[in-house]
């Protein structure tokens, strides 16, 4: 047994024993259909159960899910989405992993509020670079398609906020305010 275990291990590097079960688990479409299909599936059934559209009757809830999950199957898209998403994913968890670590030996430890925007600003970008990057190896918009509609677009878009800024500006300061007129009421002697 001991022996089995190590050459497992060790044999996992040439082909061995966990590469061919991971190999036959991808011929076999585990990766492609089945993985994608129980995500989508506890997906849809954990937010339908959790909305409570129809009540307590799980077995519709779980009639629509099974339904949405196979549907989601029946081109190619959504198993090459995920094939490219979450490999993406776990590059995008390893560098905000990395950058907590590194926040966490240079910021002090009394603002740990700075350090949260710091880190949900990261998480943020990487996101959206994984998302950008996973669309643009299944064919749709990409980052760099993104990227081209921002510098395409930018100009207008700074033209039209300078134009709107300046508008603003007249709008708000129209000259010097001019003081209201108050009568000065003297009592007669």
Do not use: C
Not at 152 to 168: M, N
């Amino acid at each position: 047994m001991f022996v089995h275990i190590l050459s497992m291990q060790f044999a996992g590097f040439f082909g061995g024993d966990i590469g061919n079960l991971l190999a036959t688990a991808e011929q076999a479409g585990v990766f492609s259909y089945v993985l994608p299909f129980l995500l989508i599936f506890a997906i849809v059934f954990g937010i339908l159960s959790r909305v409570n559209i129809f009540g307590e009757n799980k077995g519709l809830n779980a009639v629509i899910a099974l339904v949405v999950g196979l549907l989601s199957l029946q081109f190619q898209l959504v198993p090459l989405f995920f094939s490219q998403i979450f490999p993406n994913l776990g590059v995008g968890l390893s560098v905000i992993l990395i950058m907590l670590i590194l926040l966490g030996l240079f910021m002090p430890a009394d603002k740990p509020n700075s350090m949260n925007y710091i880190l949900l600003s990261v998480a943020a970008i990487v996101f959206v670079i994984i998302v950008a990057n996973s669309f643009s190896s299944t064919g749709y918009y990409g980052f760099s398609d993104i990227m081209y509609f921002i510098y395409a677009h930018l100009s207008g878009i700074v033209i039209t906020l300078i134009v709107l800024i300046a508008i603003g500006a007249v709008i708000g300061s129209s000259g010097p305010k001019a003081k209201p007129y108050t009568a000065v009421y003297q009592k007669s002697p």
